[in-house]
């Protein structure tokens, strides 16, 4: 009987896409980033050549496609690198230094170029590949070896994106979704940038085996962390041993903040299912009826925080999109991109059963985490902290530093939390390549600020 168990729940390979499971498509190196449901049916536009996505299923990830004209069809086919393309290029690299080259003689007046677009139509009426159009342009090109070899470079990269697309399939994260929210619709996620990201879970101390309250107005970004972690904790125990613990998505009012984002990541039904939903009426009524009653052992308990350098969200790898897929958002318009109805992710954040509210009332919340740019931060975490246990950690982020200043402001006059201090992420991304080694020309000044503290116990007998 026991022998029969592991075969009745067989564990789908994390390494390997499968059908109805999410990942992120970056053509062109970073041109276009879309999010995707693998199914028999889906498909995906790329310029005016509609390409069906089923040849993906099966690859792992991080295979590299590319785009090809097929006799009845474009298809996307399975594209390997030449291992000897960096020799090639490094042999070249010398034979310019002896040669040095530059592109003052050349004067681009559109007739340069004597392969025609009819001679192009007509190479691919013959079953011409991509890259035999891109040789061809280059062998018929009058100023190419007038070029420098960046210049060359450029050329047969800008050719290649035009006649031979090439898709890269990466696994969504947290990082790839919320660089490419950042990167197309930062206001969706409350301009919250990855390195903030990243702060934000240290800081709160989110661990697995934690009951974390969070308040996400960034779509489910911030909620998503905490699965990131119990994901990670389960890999470790190799599924032996399930790790407990929930987070709680409270929102104002009667309407729940969407958090649509889970759906991109590829859950199970049980790690979904640890999301719940509280309205934050029901969590301070709760609170104001019984209070969190705390033993007087407890009143100089303190919280070990632990680094989580296992959790750190900068050294993952991938990214992400946003287009209408059974609710999902999807960075390519809709028209772009169609998915079959069958496949759909599994739900999460449903209602806070009665059970979960009382022991959240018992025990309280492990640690905090706001990420609330629409909201005043000082209401959000006046109403929010006393939720918290004992010495637990918390951390605010919003775009702005007055909202934070003030926040801290008052509660150092409440007494409210001690080891109180305020962040600011710094990331600069570098182009690193021969001879042409500088910071990105187009980087984000900033990346928001962080308010983190402790929870610190009050006396309320005491005058």
Partial sequence: MSESKPESAPVLNPRVTWEGCSVLLDINDGDRLVFARLSAGSTLKIGNKTCSLQPLIGCPFGSLFQVESGKEKPYLSRFVPPTEENNVQDEGGCQLQEVPRDNRAIIDNNQAQSLTGEDIDAMRSQGATGNEIVEALIANSATFEKKTQFSQEKYRLKKQKKYAPRVLLRRPFSRSICEAYFKKYPVRIGFLRVDALSLLLSMANVT???????????????????????????????????????VCSTYLGETPYPIEIIRMFNFNNEICKRILRCSLDDLCSVQNETGIQVSQHEDVCTMEIHSNEKTSLLVSTEEVPLSSINGVTDLVPENELTSSKTCKAPKAGEKAPKEAIQSWKKNGFSSLIIAAPEQDAWSLVKDLLPLLTYSAPFAIYHQYLQPLATSMHNLQLEKMAIGLQISEPWLREYQVLPSRTHPCMQMSGIGGYILSGTRLYTDTSQP
Avoid at 211 to 240: A, R
């Fill in 208 to 246: 697995a085996n934690s009951d974390v309250l969070v308040v996400d107005m960034v779509g489910g970004l911030v909620t998503v962390l905490w699965l990131n972690v119990w994901e990670c904790d389960i890999v470790v125990k190799y599924c032996g041993i399930l790790g407990t613990g929930s």
